[in-house]
C-alpha cells in the first residue's frame, strides 16, 4: 500500500505542484506595447476614500500607457453608468477615443 500511495502523489500533479521548489511557469499572452499617445489606456477606482462636502467617495483613476499620463476623477457612485458617463465627458471629450482599453 505505501508503494501505491507514493506512485499515486508522484504521478499527481496538483500533489508535485505542491513539492518545495516547483515553479510554475505560466504561458505568456500577446504584450500590448503603446506606441504613441491613446493607444492603451487603463480605468480603476480607489475606494474607499473619505467623503467629500459633494457626496464624493470614490476615486476613478485613468492611466495612459504611453506617456504615462495619468488623472483621478472624484465620483459619488462606482456604477457602470456614472463610469461611463464621466469617461465620456471628462476623457473622450478632452483627449478623443483610445484604441484599447
Not at 5 to 21: L, P, Q
Not at 87 to 101: D, H, N, S, Y
Amino acid at each position: 500500500m505505501r508503494n501505491d500511495v507514493t506512485e499515486f502523489i508522484n504521478e499527481c500533479d496538483d500533489s508535485a505542484r505542491r513539492k518545495k521548489g516547483y515553479k510554475v511557469e505560466a504561458p505568456l499572452g500577446d504584450v500590448f506595447v503603446a506606441k504613441e499617445f491613446f493607444d492603451i489606456v487603463s480605468l480603476d477606482i480607489v475606494v474607499p476614500r473619505p467623503v467629500t462636502g459633494r457626496g464624493h467617495r470614490y476615486l476613478l483613476t485613468f492611466a495612459d500607457h504611453f506617456p504615462r499620463f495619468c488623472a483621478a476623477i472624484r465620483i459619488v457612485r462606482q456604477d457602470t453608468k456614472t463610469i461611463a458617463r464621466v469617461f465620456v465627458v471628462r476623457i473622450i471629450t478632452q483627449l478623443g477615443v483610445p484604441r484599447k482599453f
